[in-house]
Every structure is written in structure tokens, then in C-alpha cells.
């Protein structure tokens, strides 16, 4: 009964995952493509079974030396085989393109869900259960479409198969009869009940040896993506490794993940090598098969040689259709870890949307202000950071958060960026367009380092005043590298990145910049020279910054000091800090 529901189940999210495509704006497109290659698979059937009808008139005149009838079922081959190959080649061609134009559109469906609502940030903070989603939008949208498109046509194919060639069979194999007990049994199309059978058994064998690999290749994907991004870790922290000489912890944690890899993919490899076993003599057996079940008609006379190779052609035929499954069991499984993991994903996306949304704080738009009233701020545990918090932040005021580290400044920032969902209370805050956050780490895009300044993309500005900006923060020698492209997070030291942000927020001029830790990596001269251009060259934006050092004192006007005991906050004059 468990097995029953598995299958209902994993066959509604194979539909829950297909259907949204096939009714999207490029189903028109999508359903001439697969009827086109409906078409084609049925061609081909069409064409194996005139082959079918080839096999008897051939080998009849090869055992009846009829040598002017042999060499024009040559040529007559010949033409069947060219027609069979181009409907051959057509089908998988427009399948290919079917698969192309469907992992499109579900890729970009994927990539819209994970960035939308900064779900990718959600995922990544309070998503545990779901792992690698970079893995699940590039290697397990393909593997599925491909796997469907296969198996959704290559079913097709079998049952054609089956029922045009199930009828050659029948009417070829003649009836069975034999006594038994001095009873007569005279049983009609025996070489049908045969092959079904045949068949019958294989599918049952296959599937009572292979069923653990759907478990064993889900894991397998698991490990091996976790092992891809240990590496990708190490790869992007290369430098504090080697500052720590840590290669040895780090070899350890990738020798770790590489053994659970190994082992699981052992396991899989038994398992295989069963199946290999079943279906090598599964296979070696069903050439020979038919042949032993017909010889009697044959030796008796009742049939011709090409007769019996027409039987054989057409027991093959029947039996790799229903042999399909038996076939494509490998291929089965890993298809269904591929659905498991996409409805997975697809679930967790929409649980943090709807669960880590800030539904316990009351966000209004406000024109200039910032003001927060009984504000509840806590960690994913429970444990408060602060408690009945209400202020005000005024435009044209410029404000210093400090507190003790570990007091919660950087969380109190991300959740007046509304992507801390731990949160109640009621914040009045402008759009969010007229705001930027500067973490102590800016974020560099993949691409040009004029692509890194201008981030994320709309605001324009010409060479020229890409230059001034960056020599006034100091990283005018820059400028001719301003077209290449780099991975700048590796390229630039922290101080480099952290002045670049700089640029980026004299190009933006938000009403609103925090700072979280901006300057932490510049030396005072160049934290006053890039704090100072702030306050001249964009002095509609108010600053509001959390950091530790005393000189930044002297460019705000008011502090805000968080109590990490009482979990509070309280406001101080900027002197007096």
C-alpha cells in the first residue's frame, strides 16, 4: 500500500513540476514541437514494423535462392532504412529543441522564485532542509526535463510497439497445443502469452533488485554537491586559509565528505552491478528465446524461414517493449530523485516566503522619517536582542549605532531592511529605493569592474565620472582596469572593495545609507576622505553607520547605543561617546 502511494504521489509531482509549462505563454510553440515528434516516434513504428514485413520476404528468398528477389529487397531496404533514419534523426532533433526551449523556461522560473522576495537570503538563513540550491536550478532542471521529455515519449513508443507488433505475432506465432493428463490444451498466439510472460518476469526481477537505487542516487546528488562546495568554500576563503596554514583541517573536512561520497556511490555500484547482472541475461536470453519457443513450427514445417526470422524480429520487438521498464530502471530512479529534490526545493521556497516573512511587523511607507515603535528584535532561537525598542531617525541627521559586539547592530539593520524575520513592532520607513545598505564586505558581481561600480545596474554614469569618483576614494589607478573582467571579490583587497562601495554610494546618493562596519578595512586618513566627500557631494543622504571606532564620531550628529544586558537601546550625544 506504501508503494502504491509513493508512485501516486511521485506521479502528481511530476505533473505538479510539467504542467506549469505546458500551460504558460510558450505552450502554443511547446505542443506543436511535441506533436511534430509525436508524429515522428510514430513514423518510426511504422517503419519498424514494414522492416518487420521485410525480415519474411527476405529470408523467404533466401531459402529459396531467388536470387532476382533478393537483391530487390536489398534496394528495398535500402530505402526503408533512409526514410526510418531521417524520421529518426527529426525526432531527436525537435526533441532537443523541445528540451532546450522547456529548461529555458523553467530555469528562469527557478532563478525568478529563488531571487524573488530575497529568498535566496531566507533559504540560505533559516532554510535547513534545503541544501545546494545552485545544484537544484542548474543540474536538476535539466536532468528532469530531459528524463520526462525521454520517458513521456519513449512510453509512447513502447505502446505503439507493442499493440502494431503484438498483432504481427499473434497472427504469425499460430496456436500451442499439447495433452496433458489426456487433456488437449490448445492455446491460440502462444508466442504473445510468451513474450508477455518473458516480460513480465524481467520488470518483476528488476524491480525487486533495483528499487533501493531511487534512495541511493538521491543521497549520491546530496554528497556529491556538498563535496563540490567545500571546495567552492575553501576556493573563495583561499587567503584566510593560508593565513591560518589550515590546509590540514581542510583536507580532513574534504576527505570526510569525499568518503561519504565513495561509500554511498559503492552501495550504488552494487546495486548496479545486480541489475547488470538480470539485464546482460535478460537480454542474451530474449535473442534466442523466441527462436527456441518457433522452432517447432519451423522444423514442422508450418512456417519458412522467413517466417521464423520474422517471429524472432517481432518477439523482440514486443518484448523490448515491455521490457521498458526493465530497461530504463537506472535511468527510473534517478528520475525520480531528480522530482523529489525539485518539489523539495520548490516547498522549502515557498515555506520561508510564507513563514520567515516579517508577518509580526507592521512596515508602513513613510515619506522621510524613520520611525520604529515597540520593536521586538529576536535570533532564530527565541533569544531576545531587543525588547520594546522605539526611535525615531530624523532626514539631515546623521546617526553612529555602537554597542558591544555581539549587541545585535547588524541584525537591527537587517531587519529595518525587512529581511530579518524575526521582528514585531510596527517601523515606518521610506521606499526601499531610496535606501542602500553597505555591509563591512560589499558584494562585487561577476564581470566588469565598471559593473562592480555601477551595482546593481541602475544608475548610469560615463567614463569620466566613474574616474573623479574614483580617484577622490583613492582608487583612481583602478580606472584602466575598468572593462576588465574579473572575479573582483579575489582581485581586490577588503580596503579596495570597501572604497569602491564608496563610489558606489556617491554614483547612487540614497536618502538613506547604512553603513554596517563600511570603513572597518580603511585607514582613518582615507575613512575621513570618503566620509567627508559623503557629506559634501551627497548631502541629501542621511548616514546612518555602525562601527567602533571614535572617529567616526565627529560625522554624526547623534549615537545610538545598544544595551546588550537590557537589551535596549538608548540615544547619546555624539561627544560624549
Known sequence: MKKMDDSVRFLKNVWALTKSYWQSEEKKKAYLLLLAIIALTLGVVFMLVQLNQWYNIFYSALQNYEKDKIFSELFHFCWLAFIYIILAVYAFYLQQILIINWRRWLTNEYIDEWLNHKTYYRLQMFGTATDNPDQRISEDVRMFVE?????????????????????????????????VAGINVHIPGYLVWTALLYSALGTWLTYKVGNKLVGLNFVQQKYEADFRFAMMRMRENAESVAFYSGEGHEGGVFKKRFSLLLNNFWNIIKKQKQLTWLNSWYSQIAIIFPLVVAMPRYLAKEITLGGLMQISSAFGRVQDSLSYFVDMYSSIAEWQAVVERLTGFGLHMRQVKQENAQKDLLR?????????????????????????????????????????????????????????????GTLEIPAEDHLMFIPQRPYLPLGTLKESLLYPGTETRTDEELKKLMEACSIGYLYEKLYMEADWSHVLSVGEQQRLAFVRALIYKPLWLFLDEASSALDEETEAKVYTLLLEDAKQTTLVSVGHRSTLNKYHQNVLYLDKENHSLYWKESGDV
Open 147 to 179: 528524463y520526462t521529455l525521454r520517458f513521456g515519449i519513449g512510453i509512447l513508443k513502447a505502446f505503439t510497439t507493442f499493440v502494431s507488433f503484438v498483432v504481427i505475432l499473434y497472427n504469425l506465432s499460430g496456436p500451442l497445443e499439447f495433452s
Open 364 to 424: 508602513k511607507e513613510s515619506a522621510s522619517e524613520i520611525i520604529a515603535r515597540a520593536i521586538d528584535v529576536e535570533l532564530p532561537d527565541g533569544s531576545p536582542v531587543l525588547k520594546q525598542a522605539s526611535f525615531i531617525l530624523e532626514p539631515g541627521t546623521n546617526v553612529l549605532i555602537k554597542g558591544v559586539s555581539g549587541s545585535g547592530k547588524s541584525t537591527l539593520l537587517r531587519a529595518l531592511a525587512g529581511i530579518w524575520p524575526y521582528a514585531k
